[in-house]
């Protein structure tokens, strides 16, 4: 740089509510300008859409360089949602096109998961609980990443939104029909939320976005968990769900060393689940501080992006969860 200063570097997350750009110099502190799209990438029969993440990402950086007076960028991190089962287009594409449209030559493509982890613990070994609608445990040595649960509200996200939002109106729908082990003070709550029972499957069945719906009804079982055992013992299995995952993607023999954050919005749900959460990871990983999370995914992959403009990423490298490419 001509002037002196550090590089300008380009962090992106994408997910299933839009994308977020943000834009800073490649140093520690200087803030940041954000740009938010509420239309989240598309996906097709090629996976994610690398033309549509180019055409948001070319707007944001237009819009960014205005407000900053920003001339080259040096790196470029994005995190996306579906990077590790649906991102052979964006890694066969997305590079060469960020090099004819911007001159960027190094480029890192992460999973959404890994830039939770970034931004939650930055470059040291330990777990990320990454949970609200579903529910995701990443874990790393520093030499390579362990992964739990992550396989969606059909085959897994245990203890996550989804997962506590069915429970809870299972245990509804039990009390409705006159099984053991039903909650009447769930039931309540759902027919405040939904209505009748019996219009219960027609209104969820054929949603196409039922996990989120699913979801929406964990903060009543969190609500319930103070004053019905039901309630309360959904939430302690979800805890052990949680911890579980965390524990099985956190390094060995890593002692003192390791931490173990919690990111998300399911943890908004408060003391009723964080603190079973935390009593589980205590008695799962004994030694091991559970820390907030520094950052969130975006700050994440501004910290990849600084690390790739100064050429020392930390971090594995894997070609599906963290894969770098440079010029």
């Known amino acids: 740089m001509s002037d002196g200063a550090p590089p300008w570097v380009l962090g992106v997350d994408s997910g299933g509510s839009g994308v977020r750009f943000a834009l800073r110099r490649a140093a520690p502190g200087c803030p940041a300008e954000v740009v938010t799209s509420k239309e989240p990438v598309r996906t097709g029969p090629a996976g994610i859409d690398a033309a549509h993440l180019l055409e948001q990402l070319l707007a944001a950086v ?3 360089r205005a407000r900053t007076g920003a001339d080259r960028i040096a790196a ?7 990077m590790v089962t649906l991102g052979d287009e964006l890694r066969a594409e997305l590079p060469g096109a960020l090099s004819r449209s911007l001159g960027v030559e190094r480029i890192a493509l992460a999973a959404d998961a890994v830039t939770a982890y970034a931004g939650a613990l930055g470059e040291r070994a330990g777990a990320v609980v990454a949970a609200g609608t579903g529910m995701i445990a990443l874990g790393t040595d520093l030499k390579a990443w362990r992964r739990a649960d992550g396989w969606g509200h059909l085959l897994g996200d245990c203890g996550g939104g989804a997962w506590i939002g069915r429970a809870g109106l299972e245990s509804a729908l039990r009390h409705h029909d006159g099984h053991p082990g039903g909650s009447a003070a ?6 405040a939320a939904f209505g009748a029972p019996g219009e219960l499957p027609g209104l969820l069945y054929p949603r196409g976005d039922r996990p989120a719906v699913l979801a929406s009804f964990a903060p009543e079982v ?12 959904i939430l302690g299995d979800a805890a052990r769900h949680i911890a579980g995952a965390a524990a099985a993607v956190c390094p060995q023999g890593s002692g003192a060393g ?3 954050a919690l990111t998300g919005g399911l943890f908004k749900l408060g003391d009723p689940l964080v603190q079973p959460v935390r009593a589980e990871l205590a008695r799962l990983l004994p030694g091991v501080r559970v820390v907030d999370p520094a950052g969130d995914p975006l700050e994440g992959s501004l910290l990849v992006a600084t690390g790739l403009a100064g050429g020392d990423v930390r971090l594995p490298h894997d070609p599906r969860m963290l894969w770098i490419a440079t010029g």
């Open 76 to 82: 470029v991190a994005v995190g996306a949602a579906g």
């Open 186 to 191: 769930l039931l309540a709550r759902l027919e």
């Open 222 to 233: 969190a609500g319930c968990a103070g004053s019905d055992p039901v309630a309360a013992a």
């Open 258 to 260: 390791a931490q173990v």
């Open 62 to 64: 237009g819009e960014l």
